[in-house]
């Protein structure tokens, strides 16, 4: 197998949503009460790690939860139910939220930069291919990274999500390139493994914090000989 383009997920993959102090320094119950230690932590876990349902969601939320990666306005609206069932409601929800889905307060993984800029020195295409309700690609500007991407598939551009195959389909046919001479990286092996039933290889990585995982890009492309 000869790779010729390597497709990246995003969120835990190339980025991840990381969390400081501030974020729930100014946050309060409805009455007015700070939330205690726990309770930040798990009001934080909920916004941080979105790929798991955290909450119980009547009929409707439950169907914007499927489909929030299609919607910017359908994620909006699950995510604010999300804050709501753990306490937080009105600005404070909203200012949240916001920040979520900031591109720019995603913090990269340490070996983000040297991936990229080595497959795209290589004459290796690379794709961003995502699950999210938000352009992403100022998170790659602001590192100057963007001049690496060829193309970026996101969901709710698409009308596609992953695991389904147009996603993919879509991307290899952009970038020309068949399936078998691509590989997908990403942490979910459920939506980017989905990947190998169109024929492209596939490499898992941990989304562990960006502080724990210094090299897991350079270790899944050193398997296939990449770098």
């Known amino acids: 197998m000869t790779i010729r383009a390597v497709l990246f997920d995003f969120s835990g993959t190339l980025f991840r949503l990381e969390a400081d ?19 930040s932590a798990e009001i934080l876990d909920r916004m941080t790690t979105p790929v798991h349902q955290a909450v119980r969601f009547d009929a409707h939320h439950q169907q914007a939860w499927e489909q929030r990666d299609l919607d910017p306005a359908r994620h909006r609206e699950v995510y604010r139910e999300v804050l709501r069932q753990t306490g937080v409601v009105g600005e404070p929800a909203q200012r949240l939220y916001s920040r979520m889905v900031d591109p720019l307060l995603w913090t990269p993984y340490p070996d983000t930069g040297k991936v990229l800029e080595a497959l795209s020195g290589n004459g290796i295409q690379v794709a961003v291919v995502s699950n999210i309700p938000f352009d992403i690609r100022p998170a790659f500007r602001a590192h100057e ?21 147009p996603i993919f389909e879509w991307t290899l046919e952009r970038l020309g390139v068949a399936a078998q001479d691509a590989l ?14 169109v024929g492209c290889a596939y490499e898992w990585v941990d989304p562990a914090p960006t502080v724990d995982r210094r090299t897991g890009l350079l270790d899944a492309l050193a398997r296939h000989n990449l770098l």
Not at 25 to 36: C, E, I, Q
Not at 184 to 194: C, K, L, P, Q
Request: no cysteine; charged share 35%.
């Open 21 to 39: 102090e501030s974020w729930a320094s100014d946050l309060v119950t409805a009455d007015g009460r700070p939330f205690d230690e726990a309770e």
């Open 145 to 165: 990274w963007d001049r690496y991407i060829d193309l970026y598939a996101l969901s709710f551009e698409l009308g596609a999500i992953k695991p389904d195959r």
């Open 184 to 197: 997908m990286v990403g942490d979910s092996r459920e939506n980017d493994g989905a990947a190998t039933e």
